[in-house]
């Protein structure tokens, strides 16, 4: 590599380092006065520094490397001076920072080629970055944190530190700290997939986390009571309106790309009705838009915390909302807290299975170690979300994995005794039950309940096992609705719920 080039490419990762490490800066209550002139002439010098690194480049390829090295020099010190202005300065768009030091990464690394013949053939800043993660994201995943404007504005303005969301971090900091550090660990591995989608569609990733923290832990494949499914849980006929379908038996909301780009979607699609009023979209998101619009539209009413809306929504919409902006802070300002979320090798990488294997036997096989002292069958479900974790999968089929677990692999899984034990258990056979006509009828004995004073029907369904079923119990004794009489001393009989 050429010394210019070298040169640069450092120069340019330390000074995103630098951009991403700086604090947003606290702003009052009240909206700051925009300096426009001010605005206009950091973005002046962002572009001319610009120019300035370019021709160090140049000079670079033509060898004449002191000059080079003074040029890129002195263009990354004003432009580090500059983003950190912008950081500090209200209304500046800290985003065309963070484009330019991606595209001048992309020059020093020589990979401008493809975007130069994109921006050539007419195509968006959006579609060039479709092929991939930007570099500096990668080379510096913290950038992307440092990013929080909502529709110009800072996310950390939004959130209002309010009773509700004091609760909720409490919550999230002491009986639900493992879930969030899960959540965290979970994303982590899955960054790659779901925040170019938010990234792309103008969206902080603080709220990205949050909801996926709230919504399932950052388990692509879970599934709610009432149906909602996928890292974000879209229930079905949402997930179709934003693209989500079947394809090929796969139900692609279990998808965390495809997920994240229709939750991004939604999320835009809502803002514009609500008015850029977070906390509206996202008890939308929760309890339904068209509940949320009638009630969001009374008397002009716009913010969820008047108490015409906050008292309004569902129990579940109040608690849900501050969760999730808990969730987003905690993500952006974890010192704050206590809070020390682990550091996690999360570089995308693949294997090509040497031998026929099920993710169930790859989880065996690879083990654990401190990055993953569960395991890794979360993550190989995450990254390989088609994939039934118990069917085995054919020798030369490539999974996603990160990056680290490729050596693994091929230390422990390709051949040796651990895939042997993994398939020896993984084909191990569980003895049917036996067929009903083998069964002599005096083994099987009835199930009852004799009624006691305090009993409802209600109480006795949970204490037999059968939840909130009181329909077969009231059916199975001939009990009659609303009042369902009982009379202490009397042997119910207990139907096939208590059993199942």
């Not at 690394?109 to 993660?133: D, I, K, M, R």
């Not at 001939?478 to 096939?496: F, M, V, W």
Request: charged letters at 20%.
């Amino acid at each position: 590599m050429p010394l210019a080039r070298r040169f640069a490419t450092v120069a340019v990762v330390a000074l995103v380092t630098g951009c991403a490490a700086t604090p947003p800066k606290n702003t009052a209550a009240s909206a700051p006065k925009v300096d426009d002139a001010g605005i206009n002439a950091l973005y002046a010098r962002l572009d001319q520094d610009s120019r300035r690194y370019e021709n160090g480049l140049t000079l670079g390829r033509e060898g004449r490397n002191e000059q080079a090295q003074a040029e890129v020099g002195t263009a990354l010190d004003d432009l580090r001076a500059a983003a950190t202005a912008c950081s500090q300065t209200p209304g500046c768009e800290q985003q065309r920072f963070v484009d330019a030091f991606d595209r001048l990464l992309r020059l020093s690394t020589g990979s401008s080629a493809n975007q130069e013949s994109a921006e050539t053939a007419g195509a968006t800043p959006e579609a060039v970055q479709e092929a991939g993660e930007s570099p500096v994201v990668a080379a510096v995943p913290e950038l992307g944190r440092s990013v929080t404007l909502l529709k110009g504005r800072e996310l950390g303005d939004i959130i209002a530190l309010n009773g509700p969301v004091k609760a909720a971090l409490e919550e999230w900091l002491t009986q639900y700290r493992p879930n969030l550090v899960t959540a965290y660990v979970n994303y982590e591995y899955m960054r790659y997939l779901m925040w170019p989608e938010y990234q792309k569609a103008g969206l902080p990733e603080a709220l990205l986390f949050g909801m996926l923290a709230k919504e399932s832990g950052g388990k692509v494949h879970a599934v709610s009571r009432s149906g909602a499914s996928g890292p974000l849980q879209f229930m079905y006929a949402t997930g179709l309106r934003f693209g989500l379908g079947t394809v090929d038996g796969f139900d692609q909301r279990f998808d965390p790309k495809l997920s994240a780009r229709a939750n991004a979607a939604y999320v835009n699609e809502q803002l514009a009705i609500f008015n850029n009023q977070l906390e509206l979209v996202i008890g939308a998101y929760n309890g339904g838009e068209g509940a949320m619009g009638r009630l969001a539209g009374k008397g002009g009413v716009q913010n969820f915390w008047d108490p015409q809306i906050y008292y309004a929504v569902s129990q579940e919409t109040r608690e849900y909302v501050p969760m999730v902006l808990a969730a987003a802070w905690l993500f952006m300002h974890p010192e704050r807290y206590n809070l020390e979320f682990p550091k996690v090798s999360a570089q995308p990488g693949s294997i090509t299975l040497a031998r026929p294997a099920s993710l169930a036997e790859l989880t065996i096989c690879l083990g654990n170690d401190r990055e993953a002292e569960d395991g890794w069958f979360r993550t190989l479900r995450n990254l390989n979300p088609a994939l039934d974790p118990q069917q085995v999968e054919p020798t030369g089929a490539k999974l996603s994995v990160p990056v680290q677990l490729e050596g693994v692999y091929q230390r422990n899984c390709a051949n040796g005794k651990w895939p042997e034990l993994a398939a020896e258990l993984h084909s191990a056979v569980v003895p049917s039950p036996p067929p009903a006509s083998l069964v002599r009828a005096k083994d099987v004995k009835p199930k009852g309940y004799v009624v006691r004073k305090g009993d409802t029907l209600s109480s006795i369904a949970k204490k037999v096992g059968c939840g909130s079923n009181v329909r077969e119990i009231a059916a199975a004794n001939n009990l009659r609705p609303p009042g369902y009489a009982l009379k202490p001393g009397k042997t119910l009989r207990i139907p096939e719920c208590a059993r199942r």
